[in-house]
């Protein structure tokens, strides 16, 4: 008989166990995410900035070289 009344208790203690792990791995969940957006926003800028560093890096050696044809030039 005291098995059958502790059951209920257990029941209650489980299912209590169970919304709190819930909890947990819902607020891991939103974690997860917020760090995907982030590392997303982060590429993004990456990609910008390599874009840019490169057409910077191509017009310098450009006019690098124009100022070594005048120079053969002249």
Partial sequence: MSRTAEKPFETVE??????S???KRGE?????IESQELA???FKSTMM???ELSLNTFAAVQ????????????
């Fill in 14 to 19: 489980n299912s209590i166990v169970g919304q």
């Fill in 21 to 23: 792990t819930a909890i």
């Fill in 28 to 32: 891991q969940l939103t974690h997860a």
């Fill in 40 to 42: 997303g926003s982060v």
């Fill in 49 to 51: 900035v390599g874009f």
């Fill in 63 to 74: 006019a690098n070289t124009f100022a070594n044809l005048h120079h053969l030039r002249a």
